[in-house]
T-cell receptor, first 115, second 116 residues
């Protein structure tokens, strides 16, 4: 069973469209994250949710809206897609109450291409 | 301000030799954790090793060890007996304690090439 699963794996869409990426984890973790990896492989945190509560909201355009219906799911909706949104988006989860030692468990990533 | 620095964009190592990937960090928080992740060409992110700021001994996980020099704020990854499958991007990362406990920041990465 996949621990952190993201769908879709690939997403090609036109500028101006609205799209969503879904993420689910079956690890029982309390905290979930969205990271963006750009074309230079740089990873930057976008959002973090702990028990469905938004904890971190980095400087991200308002067009990006995360939603966590329960602590096992964290979805990312993007409105009015722009060329610069093209990137790989990673979902991850962790259990901070157990300490740092276990690191994050990442999903396999969603490669978004805006044309 | 950038808090994780990986100065080696790319590294080459001969198969079966050891290699050290450099990482320096900056924080004023006494409680923090340092991590290394591997990203093969297939794209997934794999957690390799963790070092806590209060840990007295360097972390080890199989062929991976973390050379933690707290005073110098460095956390270098050592891979012993390199294998062809070690060819990948390697990211150093840090999570600060306190209110930063929910955020891990990553360095720019080092691409490792293992030669046969």
């Amino acid at each position: 069973d996949t621990a952190v699963s993201q769908t879709p794996k690939y997403l090609v869409t036109q500028m101006g469209n609205d799209k969503s990426i879904k993420c689910e984890q079956n690890l029982g973790h309390d905290t979930m994250y969205w990271y963006k990896q750009d074309s230079k492989k740089f990873l930057k945190i976008m959002f973090s949710y702990n028990n469905k509560e938004l904890i971190i909201n980095e400087t991200v355009p308002n067009r990006f809206s995360p939603k966590s219906p329960d602590k096992a799911h964290l979805n990312l909706h993007i409105n009015s897609l722009e060329l610069g949104d093209s990137a790989v988006y990673f979902c991850a989860s962790s259990q901070p109450s157990k300490g740092f030692v276990y690191g994050y468990t990442f999903g396999s990533g969603t490669r978004l291409t805006v044309v | 301000a950038q808090k994780i620095t990986q100065t080696q964009p790319g590294m080459f190592v001969q198969e079966k030799e050891a290699v050290t990937l450099d990482c320096t960090y900056d924080t004023s928080d006494p409680s923090y954790g340092l991590f290394w992740y591997k990203q093969p060409s297939s794209g997934e992110m794999i957690f390799l090793i963790y070092q806590g700021s209060y840990d007295q001994q360097n972390a080890t996980e199989g062929r991976y060890s973390l050379n933690f020099q707290k005073a110098r704020k460095s956390a270098n990854l050592v891979i012993s007996a390199s294998q062809l499958g070690d060819s990948a991007m390697y990211f150093c990362a840090m999570r600060e304690g306190g209110t930063g406990g929910f955020k891990t920041i990553f360095g720019a990465g080092t691409r490792l090439f293992v030669k046969a």
